[in-house]
C-alpha cells in the first residue's frame, strides 16, 4: 500500500490487534477493580486503541482525553511538551495514560512528570506498542501490547505526515525509516 512517497504493507490485522486489545483490558479490570482510574488517552494517535480498550473494560472508571501541546519553550534537550485538555481534577485520582506508541519514550516521560506533579495518587501507562529505544531506557510502561524494534509503522490511529489513522490494522513501512520521519 502506497501512502504519499512511502510503501507499507500489513503487519498487525485487525484480529490480532482486538485480541491483545481484550487481553489488556482484562489485566485493567482486574488490577484497577474498586479503584475507579481515569483513563488518559493522548490524542490523536490513541483515539481507536482508546475506545476499543474502552469497550472491553468493564470497572467504574472515568476517561478524559489529553493532548501534548506542540511546545512551550526549548530547552538544550529539545521540546518541552504540556499537556492540555485534562477538564478535571486529576489531583489524588489513579491515572492511566493510553498510548498508541511509545518510541524514544520522551512525550511519556514528560507527560508522567506532568500529572504526578498534579498530585495524583497514581500515574501508570498503556500503550499499544512500543519501540526498542523506550525499552532500552527501561521506562516503566504497566501494559505494552507489542513490542517492536525501530520499523515506522501506521494505521490504526497512527499517521504518516496526517494520513493513514482510518486503517483498521496496522502496516509497516517497507524501507527502514529515514532520520526526522517522526
Ligand atoms: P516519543 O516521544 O519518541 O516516544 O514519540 C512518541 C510519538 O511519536 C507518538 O505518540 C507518535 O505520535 C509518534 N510516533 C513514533 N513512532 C511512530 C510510528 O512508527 N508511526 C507513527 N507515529 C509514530
Not at 489529553?66 to 478535571?88: A, F, N, P
Amino acid at each position: 500500500m502506497q501512502v504519499k512517497d512511502l510503501e507499507f504493507k500489513k503487519f498487525i490485522t485487525a484480529k490480532t490487534i482486538a485480541e491483545k486489545v481484550a487481553g489488556l483490558a482484562h489485566k485493567i479490570n482486574h488490577d484497577y477493580k474498586d479503584k475507579t482510574p481515569v483513563l488518559l488517552p493522548v490524542l490523536n494517535g490513541s483515539f481507536m486503541f482508546a475506545a476499543d480498550l474502552l469497550k472491553e473494560i468493564k470497572i467504574p472508571c472515568r476517561v478524559s482525553f489529553v493532548k501534548t501541546s506542540s511546545y512551550s519553550g526549548t530547552t538544550s534537550t529539545g521540546q518541552l511538551k504540556t499537556l492540555i485538555g485534562h477538564d478535571e481534577s486529576l489531583f489524588n485520582q489513579h491515572i492511566l495514560i493510553v498510548e498508541d506508541i511509545v518510541d524514544t519514550g520522551l512525550t511519556l516521560e514528560k507527560i508522567i512528570e506532568e500529572l504526578r506533579g498534579l498530585g495524583a495518587k497514581s500515574v501508570e501507562a498503556i500503550t499499544l506498542l512500543r519501540k526498542k529505544p523506550a525499552r532500552e531506557k527501561q521506562l516503566d510502561v504497566k501494559y505494552v501490547g507489542f513490542d517492536l524494534e525501530t520499523e515506522f509503522v501506521l494505521g490504526y490511529g497512527l499517521d504518516y505526515d496526517g494520513l493513514g489513522r482510518n486503517y483498521k490494522d496496522i502496516y509497516k513501512q517497507q524501507e527502514p525509516p529515514k532520520a526526522g520521519q517522526n
